[in-house]
């Protein structure tokens, strides 16, 4: 197929989704005074579902979950921080290594790195029940206080009155609903994954502590591996 008709048949299976499940919406949204284009936008809908969801699901808890019990202990590049090794992609002391630095740091000495590590994951933690309860009322009444994003759009700017006539007008009008897209774009992935985060602290609540297993960037900087 040429690049065309790939265009089109993706333009056409997006507006078949759209019309299907309702949980996108495809949006004409104006970058610039004088340039505009169309996206893909998660719709209102598909927030309701989700905070309407009363069983923790697949889509919004990660893959490398916290663990309830103290990780396993790295005692090699690729034995440690999950009891199990079923997950989609190999859990690393580094991660992304290439062959490089594999061979590098088969070479060396790593106790104290296997040390350093494990004593960070080893950290027991608990979520705080009261602390839980205040964020998800927040958000139940949409508010945007502190680091939580607003649980709705933002409105745009009210057209001129002489919007049709005056072009300093329009154009004054079309900067300020720009800005309105790009912030309300932003907020969505954020909304997304604050309702996650909240999932996941509510999954690990009950347990009496919860513990992340860590590994490294190549750079050698500590990371949890479930964040």
């Keep these: 197929w040429e690049a065309k008709e790939k265009v089109h048949v993706g333009v056409k299976l997006l507006e078949l989704l759209e019309e299907s499940t309702g949980i996108i919406s495809l949006e004409h949204v104006r970058r610039t005074a ?3 284009q169309w996206q893909i ?7 309701t579902w989700i905070e309407q969801l009363d069983d923790i699901n697949a ?17 090699s590049l690729d034995s440690g921080g999950y009891h199990s090794d079923a997950f989609p992609f190999p859990v690393q002391l580094v991660r992304h290594m290439d062959k490089d630095q594999r061979a590098a740091l088969e070479k060396q000495d790593l106790t104290e ?13 608990k979520v705080n029940a009261r602390t839980l309860a205040v964020v998800e009322e927040l958000i139940t009444l949409g508010t945007d206080l502190g680091v939580l994003p607003p649980m709705e759009k933002g ?3 009210a057209k001129p009155s002489d919007i049709a006539t005056n072009k300093d007008a329009l154009t004054s009008w079309k900067r ?19 309702l996650r985060q909240v999932a996941l602290a509510k999954e690990m609540a009950p347990y009496p502590a919860i513990y992340f297993p860590h590994n490294l960037d190549f750079r050698g900087r500590l990371y949890p591996i479930s964040v």
Excluded: H
């Design 34 to 36: 004088n340039k505009s």
């Design 41 to 47: 936008e998660l719709s209102a809908s598909f927030f």
């Design 59 to 75: 889509m919004k808890l990660p893959t490398y979950m916290p663990c309830v019990v103290p990780p396993r202990p790295w005692t």
């Design 113 to 125: 790195v296997y040390a350093a590590v494990n004593a960070v994951q080893n950290t027991a933690w």
């Design 155 to 157: 409105p745009l700017p």
């Design 176 to 194: 300020a609903a720009c800005a309105v897209y790009d912030t309300n774009e932003k907020m969505g992935s954020r909304r997304i994954r604050t």
